[in-house]
T-cell receptor, first 110, second 118 residues
Framework: GQNIDQPTEMTATEGAIVQINCTYQ??????LFWYQQHAGEAPTFLSY????GLEEKGRFSSFLSRSKGYSYLLLKELQMKDSASYLC???????????FGAGTTVTVRA | ETGVTQTPRHLVMGMTNKKSLKCEQH?????MYWYKQSAKKPLELMFV???????ENNSVPSRFSPECPNSSHLFLHLHTLQPEDSALYLC?????????????????FGAGSRLTVL
């Protein structure tokens, strides 16, 4: 089965850095994905990691450690528009379907 | 139209009604999905269609009935629903389902249909 944990809520100040952690326990693993979802909108794809290490995309970076069952999403130079829910998802090894965590709601304050 | 489009965006129905949710993707993808999103809960995978064939029915009650007439369209037919079925229903598509490379499984979501069952 899949067990994916991430914090429920985080608050940070505009211009700061926030790190959203995601831990997972799965019977198989084929990649970890991060999605952003603004209230009332569709989740949008941010990044995915298959191998260990850091993937950087502008202000957003994602890190993976497969041996530790751990990933984080790093948001730098926070902007008000970054206030959203961030979803961690694991691609199952047996059937390549995505299992999602409950999401972390990030609130950016001025 | 681009991306994944869902209609209606909002739906209120009684427990005895029959309604349908519609999803259309303009991305040339071969796989389409229905997910259920309830407050503070993980997205729940309901159904998967890969090249128009249903490849997953995640123990969904029979009051939800999917239909995939072609790779671009997906429907979710609803009948005799319960109040606990009230949720956001998200449609998604990907290049393919259940295959490598992992990137082919990246989902593009629609904005969802907010369903309220009275």
């Amino acid at each position: 089965g899949q067990n994916i944990d991430q914090p429920t809520e985080m608050t940070a100040t505009e211009g700061a850095i926030v790190q959203i952690n995601c831990t997972y326990q799965t019977s198989g693993f084929n990649g970890l994905f991060w999605y952003q979802q603004h209230a009332g909108e569709a989740p949008t794809f941010l990044s995915y990691n298959v191998l260990d290490g850091l993937e950087e995309k502008g202000r957003f970076s994602s890190f993976l450690s497969r041996s530790k069952g751990y990933s984080y999403l790093l948001l730098k130079e926070l902007q008000m528009k970054d206030s959203a829910s961030y979803l961690c998802a694991v691609l199952r090894a047996n059937d390549y379907k995505l299992s999602f965590g409950a999401g972390t709601t990030v609130t950016v304050r001025a | 139209e681009t991306g994944v489009t869902q209609t209606p965006r909002h739906l209120v129905m009684g427990m005895t009604n029959k309604k349908s949710l519609k999803c259309e993707q303009h991305l040339g993808h071969n796989a389409m999905y229905w997910y259920k999103q309830s407050a503070k809960k993980p997205l729940e995978l309901m159904f998967v269609y890969n090249f128009k064939e249903q490849t997953e029915n995640n123990s969904v009650p029979s009051r939800f009935s999917p239909e995939c007439p072609n790779s671009s369209h997906l429907f979710l037919h609803l009948h005799t629903l319960q109040p606990e079925d009230s949720a956001l229903y998200l449609c998604a598509s990907s290049q393919a389902a259940g295959t490598t490379p992992s990137g082919a499984n990246v989902l593009t979501f629609g904005a969802g249909s907010r369903l309220t069952v009275l």
